[in-house]
């Protein structure tokens, strides 16, 4: 019998590509802010993850085996939910014995003793990055059984991304755009991490897993690959540059070690020079 998985911000990056994906489950989704959305076979919910009534109907509803909890990233006023949303969710999981998966990110770490293991302390140098941290020590502390997943950046090759999205508009507009050759990340294709992440929401991971892309790239080599990909020319205004000339403070590098993903997880994990060739093969 098909298991059922609640796949929270089901409007979402993520969450829209994992409910696309998730035909061995019967799936639902939620919304928040976005007022209806539809997909074949996929139910959907109106719910505002801060408040613990609407969680309780909601899980009584759907009744899930599994949550995939996508929600509350650092777009809008993400970065204040992530942390009470989080808790909630791993209360309520706890309480009524449903398998929990959390999605975190690598900038709990501050970029400058990678590679990272699921061992390494954290420290978050940004807002987004000491949410996701809290975030994860209260579902520790909550629910010991959920899996906490690490990734890194998530691309697209159908479509592109919010980031992309600017770097292809800003060829432009002519604004100037630097790429950061210092900082370096493990992107991952989002259609190929929504399936590993599928796999997961099948097994009993308990604690965290890092589940970045195979290969370290910085932002530079993302961005080019990816304009060359959707078939854009790169124009004088897009630059190289680095973190340390532009002031900012970001962590540098946060390459990640996914073995144990490796070792634990059947599906495999794509380059992005294997994704486009795969998405290119694909629409020949
Ligand atoms: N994208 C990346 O590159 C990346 C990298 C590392 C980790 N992550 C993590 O992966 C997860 C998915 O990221 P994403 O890029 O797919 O996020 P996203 O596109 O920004 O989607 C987040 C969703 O959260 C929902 N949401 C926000 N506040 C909510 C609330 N109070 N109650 C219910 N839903 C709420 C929104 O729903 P509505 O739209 O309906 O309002 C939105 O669809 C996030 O946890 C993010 O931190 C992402």
Redesign the pocket.
């Known amino acids: 019998m098909k298991k059922r998985l609640l796949v ?2 089901g ?5 829209n590509h994992l409910l696309r994906r998730a035909t061995q489950f019967i799936s639902t989704g ?5 007022p209806s959305t539809s997909l074949p076979d996929v139910k959907f919910h109106v ?4 408040n613990p009534e609407e969680i309780r109907i909601l899980l009584g509803r759907v009744r899930p085996d599994v949550i995939i909890h ?6 809008g006023k ?1 970065i204040e ?1 992530i942390v009470p ?1 989080a808790g909630l969710l791993a209360m309520q999981t706890a309480e009524r014995g449903i398998r929990f998966i959390h ?3 690598d900038q709990v770490f501050d970029g400058t003793s990678a590679p990272y293991t699921e061992e390494s302390p954290t420290n978050p140098i940004n807002p987004y990055g000491d949410a ?1 941290a809290q975030a994860e020590e209260l579902i520790r502390s909550l629910n010991p059984q959920a899996t906490i997943v690490r ?4 691309y697209d090759l159908r479509t592109p991304d919010r980031q992309t999205t600017r770097l292809i508009e800003t060829t432009k507009t002519g604004e100037l755009y630097r790429l950061f050759v210092d900082e370096l990340r493990c992107p991952i294709w989002v259609k190929n991490f929504a399936d590993v992440l599928l796999e997961v929401a099948t097994k009993d991971i308990p604690g965290i897993l890092h589940l970045g892309g195979p290969e370290t790239l910085n932002r530079w080599e993302l961005g080019m690959g990816l304009l060359q990909h959707f078939g854009v020319t790169q124009t004088s205004n897009i630059q190289k540059g680095t973190i340390e000339e532009s002031g900012l403070v970001r962590p540098k590098n946060l390459t990640m070690d996914s073995s144990l993903a490796e070792r634990l997880l059947q599906t495999p994990r794509f380059s992005l020079e294997e994704a486009r060739k795969m998405t290119v093969t694909s629409e020949s």
């Open positions: 929270t911000g409007a979402g990056f993520l969450g939620t919304l928040h802010h976005t719910c505002d993850l801060q996508t929600a509350c990233s650092e777009q993400g939910t949303a999605l975190s990110t996701k990734t890194s950046l998530l």
